[in-house]
Structure formats: structure tokens, C-alpha cells
């Protein structure tokens, strides 16, 4: 008997990375959140109380959840789009589509931020050709906001989506098609009957990817506005890294909202997804 | 259906060119001394013979790939072998390590190395190294990613059956499953191996939160340059880029090998 489950030995690897490097500090943060500030030991609501009465962290969860679900949307569409494509188009174009879409897939972060600063900065090219012809949307361009942020969040998102949804799109089979075509139906009629329903579970786990990509997305922020945007993210890093005083149990508290947010969001599309295998 | 191939066509151009302009611009951007008009003016190299002679960024992109590759392969062999548990010996286990590896997902971005940092910076050696922190939370931040492909893949060849014919044939559950299923997985777990490739080499906050000033790695020199150049910066964006791009070619020619061999 002992001999035969030595198979088990093959699981230690994996247990011992995910209660180390997971579960453990995740673990220690949530107690943590809970301890008072500057203390030890003891127990407080405080630090969840300061966070969700205070304007300044207030602004930071609503911008943080806005630019997430915006950009994850319109990410999504995006994606829906070009992987359907692929799907339709065999051949060379969509090699290259992939291999764009891999390759982008990389320009995230804070390369990304700055090639729209270079685009659309305080002197960046898309700028100063608006000032000098003119073109006031160009000239006035709000990169240093939460709008011009959604608009790289954007970015990010569709290579990411692209890349989830594309296989998804396999389990599409032509047979489908034909029989939807031997009864009368469109093009149209099959995406919306029987294709997107097939494919609602990779697109709602597509979204959740991208929900919570969005929301803990730090780099292009921090590149863009430095702390100067009110973002969950950037609220939780200056708590343990930088010029302010640090304040890790407050810190811990912000990240456990940040972690529950984004368990909701698995969760919604969990109930989602076994729902429709019913 | 060849309007709907044309429009197909179509959809895949415009996505193209959305997601190339701001490269293209960022590749002007550096060959040029002036670009505030619609035409850049000034031709030059000279960003590129700064960073080419610069024995620091050579480095730092040395420590970028080796700090990539590491997790990769560590994460991927791990998941393997605990998929063979689950997969053939314990398919109900099989939730609970996909809860393991849906976790990752809920700490993504700043909060894992904030947490990991909260906790390991004030335990003894060997724990608080650095790189052996940064390695272990890259594997943790690409766990989903090549769990999922290694499962659907799994699921896609019909594992099962093959494991069940290999046994008929005499193979052991070890030698189907590692000799057998995984060589005919691994094409496309590789799609998943680059997408986390690419997240660990674009990665700038784990990095920044938990080696800090200690391991540059490239990510943290073009942030460096980025104070002091932007024409510069673009050039090392766009040198970082062609480096990846090398190494997506190198997977996918190793990759096509494999597949002409087999």
C-alpha cells in the first residue's frame, strides 16, 4: 500500500511554493490588517474604518474600480472581435496577428506608459502637432488623468484578451455553422444563439482576468503619475515603500479590500460559469 | 463568406495598427534628435551607441532573462508533476489546486510582493534573499497561467484516453503520462510559457518591490533612463523589445523542431 501511493511525492513541490509564497502571505497580511497601528499585537476595525471614510481612499476605489471594468469591457470587445476573426480567416495574416499579439502582449508596464507619454504628453508629438495646427482635443489632451490611464489600461487589456479568448474559439465547430445555416440562420443569428453562449464561460473568465489585471496594475500608473493618482494600488504600495511614513498594518488593510474585490469578481464568474454547464 | 474572410482580414489589420502605433512612435522617437512637428527631424544613432556601450544595461538585461527563464521552468515542471497526481491518481483533488492556482490571480500586480515583503523581509537566510524571493513569487504569479494551459491542453488531446492505450500497450502511469501526454501537450503550453515570459520580462513592480536597488534588471534601468532622456528611453524600449521578440522566435523555432522531429 505505501509503495504505491509514492506518487504523492509529486505534489510536495507544488505545496510547499503555494503555502510559502501564497498562502502564508496572504495569511499574515489579513491578520495584520486587523492589528492596531504601530502596535504589535491587539485587534481594530480601525484601519478598515479609515480607509472607506476617508476621501482620499474613497477616490482611490472608485477610480480604481471604474478604470477597471471600463477598460476590461472595452478590452473585451476588442478581443471578441479579433479572435473571431481568427477563427474565420485561416492563413498567414493571422501568424502574424498571433505573433503581434505576443509580442505586445510585453509592452506593458512602464515602456507602454511612456510611449503615450511621447505621443500624447506635455510636449509629446500627437501634442505639439495639435497645438501647432490647431486640433484642440489633440493639444489638450488629458493623459495625466484617469482617463488618459484608461486609455493605456485599454492597451494592455487587448493583446491579454486576444490571446485568452483566440482558443477559446476551438470549441466553435463547422458543423454548427452548417446546421445553423441549414435551418435559415445568419451569421448573426449563430453568434448570438449559439456562439457567444458557447463562449460565454471563456468570456467571463476572459473578464475576470482582465478585471483583476486592471485593478492591481501598478507600473504604468506609477510611471505616468508617480503617487500622484488616487488608485488602490498606488495607495497600498506608499503604505510599505517610499518617502511616506510607512504604515503596514493600514497598508495590510487596503490590500485585503483590494484581494476581496478581486475574489468577487472570480466568484461572480465561478456561479457564472457553472451555471451555464447546467 | 468571402466578404465575411474580408472583413475578418479587415478586423485583424485594424488591431494591428492600434497596437503597433505607439511602438512605431516609440521607434521614431529614438532615431530622431526633434520631433515636434509632424515629420521628426535629425536623423541619428546615437541613443543606440550610448546603450550599446553601456556594459550596465547589458547586465541588467542578462539578469531580466535569467530571472524569467528560472521560474518558468521551475513553475512548469512543479505544475507538471502535480498534475500527474491529480490528473491520473486524485481528479478530486483536482479543485483544490485550482483554487491554489486561481489565488494568484486575487494577489496579482502590487499586492503578492507587497505581502511576500511584509513577511520575509525580517526571517533568517535563507529566506529573505532576495532573488530567491523574486523567484519564488514570479512562479507564483505565472502558477495560473501555466496551470490553465497545461490543463486545457491536457483536456483538449483527450489525456485520458491516451494514458488508457498506453497502458494497454504496457507503459507505466509515469512513462504515459511524462513520455507520452506531456510531449504532446508542451506545443501548446507554450503559448502559455511565453504569455508568462513576457509578464515576468515587462515585470517592473515585483521587481521594484522586493529586489528594490539590488537586482537591476532591465525594466529597472529603463526607468533609471527615464529621468534622464527620453530619447534614450525609447531606444532602450525598443532594444527590450527586440530582445523579447528574439525570444518568442526561439520558442516557437524550438517548438516547430520539435513538432518536425516528432
Given at each position: 500500500?505505501n509503495?504505491?501511493?509514492?506518487?504523492?511525492?509529486?505534489l510536495?513541490?507544488?505545496?510547499v511554493?503555494?503555502?510559502?509564497?501564497?498562502?502564508?502571505?496572504?495569511?499574515?497580511?489579513?491578520?495584520?490588517?486587523?492589528?492596531?497601528?504601530?502596535?504589535d499585537?491587539?485587534?481594530?476595525?480601525?484601519?478598515?474604518?479609515?480607509?472607506?471614510?476617508?476621501?482620499?481612499?474613497?477616490?482611490?476605489?472608485?477610480?480604481?474600480?471604474?478604470?477597471?471594468?471600463?477598460?476590461?469591457?472595452?478590452?473585451l470587445?476588442?478581443?471578441?472581435?479579433?479572435?473571431?476573426?481568427?477563427?474565420?480567416?485561416?492563413?498567414?495574416?493571422?501568424?502574424?496577428?498571433?505573433?503581434?499579439?505576443?509580442?505586445?502582449s510585453?509592452?506593458?508596464?512602464?515602456?507602454?506608459?511612456f510611449?503615450?507619454?511621447?505621443?500624447?504628453?506635455?510636449?509629446?508629438?500627437?501634442?505639439?502637432?495639435?497645438?501647432?495646427?490647431?486640433?484642440?482635443?489633440?493639444?489638450?489632451?488629458?493623459?495625466?488623468?484617469?482617463?488618459?490611464?484608461?486609455?493605456?489600461?485599454?492597451?494592455?487589456?487587448?493583446?491579454?484578451?486576444?490571446?485568452l479568448?483566440?482558443?477559446?474559439?476551438?470549441?466553435?465547430?463547422?458543423?454548427?455553422k452548417?446546421?445553423?445555416?441549414?435551418l435559415?440562420?445568419?451569421?448573426?443569428?449563430?453568434?448570438?444563439?449559439?456562439?457567444?453562449p458557447?463562449?460565454?464561460?471563456?468570456?467571463?473568465?476572459?473578464?475576470?482576468?482582465?478585471?483583476a489585471?486592471?485593478?492591481?496594475?501598478?507600473?504604468?500608473?506609477?510611471?505616468?503619475?508617480?503617487?500622484?493618482?488616487?488608485?488602490?494600488?498606488i495607495?497600498l504600495?506608499?503604505?510599505?515603500?517610499?518617502?511616506?511614513?510607512?504604515?503596514?498594518?493600514?497598508?495590510s488593510?487596503?490590500?485585503?479590500?483590494?484581494?476581496?474585490?478581486m475574489?468577487?469578481?472570480?466568484?461572480?464568474?465561478?456561479?457564472?460559469?457553472?451555471?451555464?454547464?447546467? | 463568406?468571402?466578404?465575411?474572410?474580408?472583413?475578418?482580414?479587415?478586423?485583424?489589420?485594424?488591431?494591428?495598427?492600434?497596437?503597433?502605433?505607439?511602438?512605431?512612435?516609440?521607434?521614431?522617437?529614438?532615431l530622431?534628435?526633434?520631433?515636434?512637428?509632424?515629420?521628426?527631424?535629425?536623423?541619428?544613432?546615437?541613443?543606440?551607441?550610448?546603450?550599446?556601450?553601456?556594459?550596465?544595461?547589458?547586465?541588467?538585461?542578462?539578469?531580466?532573462?535569467?530571472?524569467?527563464?528560472?521560474?518558468?521552468?521551475?513553475?512548469?515542471?512543479?505544475?507538471?508533476?502535480?498534475?500527474?497526481?491529480?490528473?491520473?491518481?486524485?481528479?478530486?483533488?483536482?479543485?483544490?489546486?485550482?483554487?491554489?492556482?486561481?489565488?494568484?490571480?486575487?494577489?496579482?500586480?502590487?499586492?503578492?510582493?507587497?505581502?511576500?515583503?511584509?513577511?520575509?523581509?525580517?526571517?533568517?537566510?535563507?529566506?529573505?534573499?532576495?532573488?530567491?524571493?523574486?523567484?519564488?513569487?514570479?512562479?507564483?504569479?505565472?502558477?495560473?497561467?501555466?496551470?490553465?494551459?497545461?490543463?486545457?491542453?491536457?483536456?483538449?488531446?483527450?489525456?485520458?484516453?491516451?494514458?488508457e492505450?498506453?497502458q494497454?500497450?504496457?507503459a507505466?502511469?509515469?512513462?504515459?503520462?511524462?513520455?507520452?501526454?506531456?510531449?504532446?501537450i508542451?506545443?501548446?503550453v507554450?503559448?502559455?510559457?511565453?504569455?508568462?515570459?513576457?509578464?515576468?520580462?515587462?515585470?517592473?513592480?515585483?521587481?521594484?518591490?522586493?529586489?528594490?536597488?539590488?537586482?537591476?534588471?532591465?525594466?529597472m534601468?529603463?526607468?533609471?533612463?527615464?529621468?534622464?532622456?527620453?530619447?534614450?528611453t525609447?531606444?532602450?524600449?525598443?532594444?527590450?523589445?527586440?530582445?523579447?521578440?528574439?525570444?518568442?522566435?526561439?520558442?516557437?523555432?524550438?517548438?516547430?523542431?520539435?513538432?518536425?522531429?516528432?
Amino acid at each position: 500500500m505505501n509503495n504505491k501511493k509514492t506518487y504523492l511525492f509529486a505534489l510536495i513541490p507544488f505545496l510547499v511554493l503555494c503555502i510559502l509564497f501564497e498562502l502564508i502571505p496572504i495569511i499574515y497580511t489579513s491578520v495584520r490588517s486587523f492589528v492596531p497601528e504601530g502596535k504589535d499585537i491587539g485587534f481594530t476595525f480601525e484601519n478598515y474604518i479609515n480607509i472607506f471614510s476617508k476621501t482620499l481612499y474613497q477616490k482611490a476605489i472608485v477610480n480604481s474600480l471604474l478604470i477597471s471594468i471600463l477598460s476590461s469591457i472595452i478590452g473585451l470587445i476588442v478581443a471578441f472581435i479579433g479572435a473571431k476573426a481568427v477563427h474565420e480567416s485561416k492563413g498567414k495574416l493571422n501568424n502574424i496577428f498571433m505573433s503581434i499579439l505576443n509580442m505586445v502582449s510585453n509592452f506593458s508596464g512602464v515602456p507602454l506608459a511612456f510611449a503615450y507619454i511621447i505621443m500624447f504628453g506635455n510636449v509629446g508629438v500627437m501634442t505639439m502637432i495639435g497645438s501647432n495646427y490647431g486640433i484642440e482635443f489633440l493639444a489638450n489632451f488629458p493623459l495625466y488623468s484617469v482617463w488618459g490611464l484608461l486609455l493605456i489600461y485599454v492597451y494592455f487589456q487587448i493583446p491579454l484578451s486576444t490571446l485568452l479568448l483566440i482558443p477559446a474559439f476551438d470549441a466553435i465547430r463547422k458543423e454548427w455553422k452548417e446546421s445553423n445555416a441549414l435551418l435559415g440562420g445568419t451569421n448573426f443569428t449563430f453568434w448570438t444563439k449559439i456562439g457567444i453562449p458557447i463562449l460565454m464561460p471563456s468570456i467571463l473568465s476572459t473578464f475576470s482576468v482582465l478585471f483583476a489585471n486592471a485593478l492591481a496594475a501598478y507600473a504604468s500608473a506609477y510611471a505616468l503619475l508617480m503617487n500622484n493618482v488616487s488608485l488602490l494600488p498606488i495607495r497600498l504600495s506608499e503604505q510599505f515603500v517610499g518617502d511616506l511614513v510607512q504604515r503596514p498594518e493600514f497598508g495590510s488593510a487596503i490590500a485585503v479590500v483590494l484581494i476581496v474585490f478581486m475574489i468577487i469578481a472570480i466568484m461572480i464568474q465561478n456561479k457564472l460559469t457553472v451555471k451555464k454547464g447546467i | 463568406m468571402d466578404t465575411n474572410k474580408k472583413s475578418s482580414k479587415l478586423a485583424i489589420v485594424v488591431i494591428i495598427a492600434y497596437l503597433l502605433i505607439p511602438l512605431v512612435m516609440t521607434l521614431i522617437y529614438s532615431l530622431f534628435e526633434e520631433w515636434i512637428d509632424i515629420l521628426p527631424r535629425n536623423f541619428t544613432l546615437n541613443a543606440y551607441i550610448e546603450i550599446f556601450s553601456d556594459a550596465v544595461f547589458w547586465i541588467s538585461v542578462g539578469r531580466t532573462i535569467l530571472i524569467s527563464v528560472v521560474p518558468i521552468i521551475l513553475c512548469t515542471i512543479i505544475v507538471l508533476l502535480a498534475m500527474y497526481v491529480t490528473y491520473i491518481y486524485k481528479p478530486e483533488w483536482d479543485k483544490y489546486i485550482q483554487i491554489l492556482c486561481t489565488i494568484p490571480y486575487a494577489v496579482q500586480g502590487v499586492i503578492l510582493p507587497i505581502c511576500v515583503l511584509a513577511l520575509y523581509t525580517s526571517v533568517p537566510k535563507p529566506f529573505n534573499n532576495r532573488i530567491f524571493l523574486l523567484i519564488s513569487t514570479y512562479m507564483i504569479v505565472i502558477l495560473p497561467y501555466i496551470y490553465q494551459g497545461i490543463r486545457n491542453n491536457l483536456q483538449g488531446i483527450g489525456a485520458k484516453k491516451i494514458i488508457e492505450a498506453a497502458q494497454m500497450l504496457g507503459a507505466s502511469k509515469f512513462y504515459a503520462f511524462f513520455r507520452v501526454v506531456v510531449p504532446n501537450i508542451m506545443n501548446g503550453v507554450t503559448v502559455s510559457i511565453m504569455l508568462s515570459m513576457a509578464i515576468i520580462f515587462g515585470d517592473f513592480v515585483i521587481v521594484n518591490t522586493l529586489a528594490g536597488g539590488h537586482f537591476q534588471t532591465a525594466q529597472m534601468y529603463l526607468y533609471d533612463v527615464m529621468k534622464k532622456s527620453g530619447q534614450r528611453t525609447c531606444a532602450v524600449i525598443i532594444v527590450l523589445f527586440l530582445i523579447t521578440l528574439l525570444i518568442s522566435a526561439c520558442a516557437f523555432f524550438i517548438q516547430r523542431k520539435k513538432k518536425e522531429e516528432a
